[in-house]
């Protein structure tokens, strides 16, 4: 189109200005207008060329992720969220991207994912645009309170083609895609029965608060992203080889490669899903929520109020098993509002339709060879090999329990006794190595838990921190700084605790007292922390 333009422009200038032109000047002329086309098209070869630069596994996750999208969804009913869609096939992508304010200068991979989802059939198209409507105005407000650039809502499609309950890679999960670690220190609850990084109301709030603190660590937006998806300590470690005034580009350059896939992907949709719309007719399903109180399972509820299984899934992901706890702690279920009263009045109803078979987890369990040579109890198993499995070491370090190691690495402690030979779990030993098989897609993910753990020094006022090897200097403590224990308290998470004490981030007290995992602060620990006067 442009060059087309340019020589209309010319010509009409030409024909006004005619008698006044010399042979020279129009020669010029021209050749300005010939080494414009000539720009065009070689930028136009360059864009076709560029269509292939992002990886195909890359985009056969997110297409796969997009694909299980519909299982997930509730659109088939035309009552809940109906409407129009309205697509727009010319875009000047230059000029849109232009209108974000986050990596404009990555723009390297942005058409090439673009042309990947023009490309998508219809029905996905439309999954991906429908479902990002409908969760829209809950992005766009939790960033506008927290004084977060907008264009940040993107990053969640980016991340996981807008399906809850996709998984990626180093165990992340949800349309956000948050580690495990992420959710625990954002007051997410992430255990066997419930993970709310499913929850895309909870994980947005929880996101935005990661992206908060992040900020605060980097004094950046788009740095804080990186770090999201990096990681804190890969981040710091990776600006600390390549240097403080390190542009993104170049940092980019040195992290794991799905990243810049990722901003690619992130740039594409921004566009994507500003030119393609869905508009919805009003005929959105009202919700209200309620608390159960006792263990309860959705099928339950759905023999006693007729609410589909399938709804309850949809407004409620978080429940990983269909299972509502209660017993403990009283629990929040979504259900559509004209169901709440009878809810309430059905709900001794609701508990009584109890069936034991619903609450019995179907869990892979593995079935072991004959154990070579072992004939007794105190006898080694040997050359143990499980198809399926990888085998990787463990050291044993203070404080570690078979409970909490087993958690860390999905396996039931049963197994690590079988594995191990071991009938006292109260003799294990500091230093001692244990044997864990783990699925072999994600065996470099369980080798990094004991490698990447960070460990804490403190010279000189500063705090070290010890990763494979390099020291990295993060959260200086102040020269005026006052010390103080702090007793946890019940229900007292990093994220409540730091929230007592001004100028202090949950990552800090972590740092300070040695504690690589959240989960493990107990009721009347104490902590340090150091507090600026």
């Known amino acids: 189109m442009i060059p087309f333009k340019s020589v209309l422009i010319f010509l009409h200038l030409s024909q006004e200005n005619e008698c006044l032109l010399s042979i020279g000047k129009l020669y010029n002329g021209f050749r300005i207008v010939f080494g414009t086309i000539v720009f065009i098209i070689t930028l136009s070869g360059a864009v076709k060329a560029n269509t ?128 495990h670690f992420q959710g625990i220190l954002n007051d997410l609850k992430v255990n066997r029965l419930v993970d709310e990084r499913l929850n895309i109301e909870l994980a947005t709030k929880a996101v935005v608060k990661q992206l908060r603190k992040n900020i605060e660590l980097f004094n950046s937006s788009e740095l804080a992203v990186l770090a999201y998806l990096a990681g804190n300590a890969k981040l710091r470690d990776t600006k600390h080889r390549v240097g403080k005034s390190a542009s993104i580009v170049e940092l980019l350059k040195q992290l794991p490669p799905e990243i810049s896939e990722t901003i690619a992907a992130y740039q594409a949709l921004s566009v994507f899903l500003s030119v393609n719309r869905f508009n919805p007719d009003g005929s959105l399903i009202k919700l209200d929520e309620v608390v159960v109180n006792r263990q309860v399972h959705f099928r339950q509820i759905e023999q006693v109020l007729n609410i589909p299984q399938k709804e309850l899934q949809f407004l409620n992901p978080q429940y990983t098993y269909n299972i509502i706890p209660g017993d403990k702690t009283p629990m929040i279920i979504r259900i559509p509002a004209e169901k709440r009263d009878a809810f309430v009045l059905w709900t001794d109803s609701i508990y009584n339709a109890y069936d034991s078979s619903l609450f019995q987890l179907v869990v892979q369990k593995i079935e072991y060879p004959p154990a070579p040579n072992r004939q007794y109890v105190g006898e080694k198993v040997k050359d143990l090999e499980i198809e399926g499995k990888t085998k990787i070491k463990y050291t044993i370090k203070s404080g570690d329990v078979l409970g909490f190691i087993a958690e860390d690495y999905d396996v039931r402690v049963a197994d690590l006794k079988y594995w191990n030979n071991i009938y006292n779990e109260r003799r294990i030993q500091v230093g001692q190595k244990l044997d864990i098989f783990v699925d072999d897609e994600n065996a470099d993910y369980y080798r990094g838990l004991q490698k990447t753990t960070p460990k804490v020094v403190a010279t000189n006022n500063v705090v070290t921190q010890l990763i494979n090897g390099s020291a990295i200097s993060v959260y200086k403590v102040p020269d005026s700084a006052k010390k103080i224990e702090h007793i946890v308290k019940s229900g007292e998470s990093p994220y409540v605790i730091a929230k007592k004490y001004k100028g202090v981030t949950p990552e800090a007290i972590l740092e300070w007292n040695g504690i690589s995992d959240a989960r493990r602060i107990q009721i009347g620990q104490k902590l340090i922390i150091y507090i600026a006067l």
């Open 52 to 179: 292939d630069s992002i990886p195909a596994d890359f985009k056969q996750a997110f297409k796969t992720k997009l694909d299980d999208l519909i299982s997930h969804n509730y659109w088939e009913e035309p009552f809940f969220y109906s409407g129009t869609f309205l697509f727009d096939n010319e875009v000047d992508l230059a000029q849109e991207y232009q209108k974000n304010t986050l990596f404009v200068d990555v723009l390297a991979d942005a058409h090439s994912f673009f042309y990947f989802l023009n490309q998508l059939p219809i029905a996905d198209k439309q999954n991906l645009i429908q479902c990002y409507s409908y969760y829209q105005t809950v992005f766009e407000k939790e960033l506008k309170d927290a004084g977060l650039p907008g264009e940040l809502k993107y990053f969640a499609p980016a991340l996981s083609a807008m399906n809850a309950k996709a998984v990626g890679k180093y165990r992340r999960a949800g349309i956000w895609q948050l580690t």
